[in-house]
């Protein structure tokens, strides 16, 4: 399926503005909800964020495992002294080439291209990346009346095999399970899971792939084991109930009412 306006919908290429202004809830927007607060979530549809240099680099490592042309979305940028007449041209001709792309600069760029040959050199992930079957593609569904959308880094749809890339700064068992818990992970996995499932696509694994920021580059993969998966579902569902009541109302609370005793 290639529209966006009908559910369940299966696009395997779209461009990233168009996901982004496509109408549905996706998983981080969802993990705000659950994580913070429904006040958090809706103060957030107001704030304009500018992306951090992490994030960036983020999106430029992410373009360079899953774009077939990834100088189309982020540039490499020169040191230069934006002082001397070279410099200050060179800076000029470089933002009007270069409109809407990620920038990072050389240093970044090394560091990408040391990250991606880590992945495609480790056994299991470079293996899996080989075969994936479709690459940064989105996935429409209605759940609870509520209309919900994921854009997925990989997918093997022959064996329903699905890959989620991290950048970590640590990216061991101990490193990876802090980053899950603090990132609500296995809330997007069930998000991811249940819109392919409702789109008609076999799950039948769902592998986090991440590698570190910083020499060696070490790579982990990890599934979330099936009783923590279980208990996110839960979480994700009964969201889902509570994010229809407030969109309902248009009452969306922040923290309880009534005082809460904390044992420390």
């Given at each position: ?8 919908a299966f696009?395997a290429e779209?461009?990233?503005?168009d ?7 996706s998983?981080?927007?969802l993990?705000?909800f ?8 809706l ?7 500018e ?10 490592f992410?373009?360079?495992m899953?774009?077939?042309n ?5 540039a ?5 002294d ?6 200050k ?14 920038i ?5 760029h090394?560091?990408i ?5 880590s ?9 899996a990346m ?7 593609f ?13 854009l997925?880094d ?10 989620d890339?991290?950048t ?20 997007q ?7 392919l ?6 799950v039948?694994?769902?592998?986090f ?9 070490a ?8 009783d923590?998966?279980t208990k ?13 009541v407030c ?5 969306y ?7 809460i005793?904390?044992n420390?």
């Amino acid at each position: 399926m290639n529209n966006t306006n009908t559910d369940p919908a299966f696009i395997a290429e779209i461009k990233d503005a168009d996901y982004r202004k496509a109408t549905g809830l996706s998983q981080s927007s969802l993990k705000k909800f659950i994580v913070q607060s429904p006040a958090h979530y809706l103060a957030s549809l107001e704030e304009v964020q500018e992306p951090t240099k992490a994030m960036q680099f983020g999106t430029a490592f992410h373009a360079q495992m899953l774009q077939a042309n990834p100088e189309e979305h982020f540039a490499v940028k020169k040191k230069m002294d934006g002082r001397s007449k070279e410099g200050k041209l060179y800076n000029e001709s470089f933002a009007l080439e270069n409109q809407g792309k990620v920038i990072i600069d050389e240093e970044e760029h090394s560091r990408i291209i040391a990250m991606a040959d880590s992945v495609m050199g480790h056994g299991f992930a470079g293996e899996a990346m080989k075969s994936l079957t479709h690459k940064e593609f989105a996935v429409f569904g209605t759940n609870h009346g509520i209309r919900l959308k994921g854009l997925i880094d990989g997918y093997n749809e022959k064996e329903g095999i699905v890959i989620d890339l991290k950048t970590a700064e640590d990216s061991s068992p101990s490193g990876f399970r802090k980053a899950c818990w603090d990132r609500a992970y296995a809330i997007q996995q069930v998000h991811y899971t249940w819109l392919l499932t409702n789109a008609g696509k076999p799950v039948n694994a769902f592998y986090f792939i991440a590698v570190e920021k910083e020499p060696p580059y070490a790579v982990g993969v990890y599934k979330i084991n099936a009783d923590s998966l279980t208990k996110s579902f839960k979480i994700w569902d009964d969201a889902l109930d509570s994010f229809f009541v407030c969109q309902a109302s248009g009452v969306y609370p922040a923290y309880s009412e009534e005082p809460i005793e904390l044992n420390l």
